[in-house]
T-cell receptor, first 109, second 114 residues
Framework: GQNIDQPTEMTATEGAIVQINCTYQTSGFNGLFWYQQHAGEAPTFLSYNVLDGLEEKGRFSSFLSRSKGYSYLLLKELQMKDSASYLCAVTDSNYQLIWGAGTKLIIKP | NAGVTQTPKFRVLKTGQSMTLLCAQDMNHEYMYWYRQDPGMGLRLIHYSVGEGTTAKGEVPDGYNVSRLKKQNFLLGLESAAPSQTSVYFC?????????????FGPGTRLTVL
């Protein structure tokens, strides 16, 4: 079966750095997405990785290792507005997005 | 541009009632999707469409029907609602199906079936 695993919840301090991990087992791989979802709102796109390595976009970076079936999202200089759920999703061999359950990130002052 | 819009935003149904959720996008996207999101679970694909007049089943299609009569609209119908269909429903669209198929989401519909 297809499976994406992420921690359910993480807590971090304002101004700090946090890494959210995602491991996946899917039938094929055509890219990995990270989305941000604030409570009661729609998911919004954060990053996309299809090749191994690190993609940096401002305070957010995303890393991919296809051989290990592993990705992480790194958030630097955390702000209170970063409190949200972070969703990992993989495009499988049929180009369908398979979604993880999301990681709820709680930022404390 | 409004992006992806959904109506209604909230709805309460009694078991056995029917309803239609409307999704509209103004980005000229070919592909549209209906998902449901339940606590502790990832987004699950109900149905999707790769173009006007076409629909296909996703992961959890039972109890739902869809139609894509116009490119910009994608309707999700519940013929006989059940409490198990209580969920938040998201519509999404994208301009490609293959890699880098970034999906743009509507604001969601919160449905409660009593």
């Amino acid at each position: 079966g297809q499976n994406i695993d992420q921690p359910t919840e993480m807590t971090a301090t304002e101004g700090a750095i946090v890494q959210i991990n995602c491991t996946y087992q899917t039938s094929g791989f055509n890219g990995l997405f990270w989305y941000q979802q604030h409570a009661g709102e729609a998911p919004t796109f954060l990053s996309y990785n299809v090749l191994d390595g690190l993609e940096e976009k401002g305070r957010f970076s995303s890393f991919l290792s296809r051989s290990k079936g592993y990705s992480y999202l790194l958030l630097k200089e955390l702000q209170m507005k970063d409190s949200a759920s972070y969703l990992c999703a993989v495009t499988d061999s049929n180009y369908q997005l398979i979604w993880g359950a999301g990681t709820k990130l709680i930022i404390k002052p | 541009n409004a992006g992806v819009t959904q109506t209604p935003k909230f709805r309460v149904l009694k078991t056995g009632q029917s309803m239609t959720l409307l999704c509209a996008q103004d980005m000229n996207h070919e592909y549209m999707y209906w998902y449901r999101q339940d606590p502790g679970m990832g987004l699950r694909l109900i149905h999707y469409s790769v173009g006007e007049g076409t629909t296909a089943k996703g992961e959890v299609p039972d109890g739902y029907n869809v139609s894509r009569l116009k490119k910009q609209n994608f309707l999700l119908g519940l013929e006989s609602a059940a409490p198990s269909q209580t969920s938040v429903y998201f519509c999404a669209s994208s301009n490609r199906l293959e890699s880098y198929n970034e999906q743009f989401f509507g604001p969601g519909t919160r449905l409660t079936v009593l």
